[in-house]
């Protein structure tokens, strides 16, 4: 079956533009979430949904915020993008057998 | 939150030798994962273990949730073997992975 699936693969965005990435699950799944992975901060989480609701948050600024469809595909968006937003953002979805978490490529952000 | 720490940070690698990479969790997880990251950025899976012992080909892994450690084997190294290993927990409850800061692997031919 199909992966996990993020759009786009790369952005190159200017300072102070905002940004909406995507992000679909594997069928079936309906845990979707996101993290960020930077050279400096290593992989950090940002956010987790379940069924549209979001059930845990990380130690982001409120520039960071994510939804979840009724299909379970999620959106992050970031606005105001600082220079340090440049990363490489993940999304996992997880379902609800003993499997753990499966990632998808990734997005790779450039903030210019 | 959990604390995750692995190690060694780097390991180089003769093509053929085994190795054993580390990782320690400071508090009790219902889930144990390790991953290896390729050179476009994707996390594969490579064992879903929160306890117990598991073998895929030439990687194997064993967690030992009471002593809160994890160890990942890689016998007879490939040089596509190389790349960064990822050890990530999620406590009951907490709905996220927190990851360790990885080891990277080089193999040499």
């Known amino acids: 079956k199909a992966g996990v699936t993020q759009t786009p693969r790369y952005l190159i965005k200017t300072r102070g533009q905002q940004v909406t990435l995507s992000c679909s699950p594997i069928?079936?799944?309906?845990?979707v979430s996101w993290y960020q992975q930077t050279p400096g901060q290593g992989l950090q989480f940002l956010f987790e949904?379940?069924?549209?609701?979001?059930?845990n948050k990380g130690n982001f600024p409120g520039r960071f915020s994510g939804r979840q469809f009724s299909n379970s595909r999620s959106e992050m968006n970031v606005s105001t993008l600082e220079l340090g937003d440049s990363a490489l953002y993940l999304c996992?979805?997880?379902?609800?057998?003993?499997?753990?978490?499966?990632f998808g490529s990734g997005t790779r952000l450039t903030v210019v | 939150g959990i604390q995750v720490e692995q190690s060694p940070p780097d390991l180089i690698l003769q093509e053929g030798a085994n190795s054993t990479l580390r990782c320690n969790f400071s508090d009790s997880v219902n889930n144990l994962q390790w991953f290896h990251q390729n050179p476009w950025g994707q996390l594969i899976n490579l064992f879903y273990?929160?306890?117990g012992t598991k073998q895929n080909g030439r990687l194997s892994a064993t967690t030992v949730a009471t002593e809160r450690y994890s160890l990942l084997y890689i016998s007879s190294s490939q040089t596509t073997d190389s790349g960064v290993y990822f050890c990530a927990v999620e406590p009951g409850g907490d709905y996220k992975l927190s990851f360790g800061a990885g080891t990277t692997v080089t193999v040499r031919a």
């Open positions: 949904y379940f069924s549209e609701t979001q059930r």
């Open positions: 273990i929160p306890s």
């Open positions: 996992a979805s997880s379902g609800t057998g003993l499997a753990g978490y499966t």
């Open positions: 069928s079936g799944h309906r845990s």
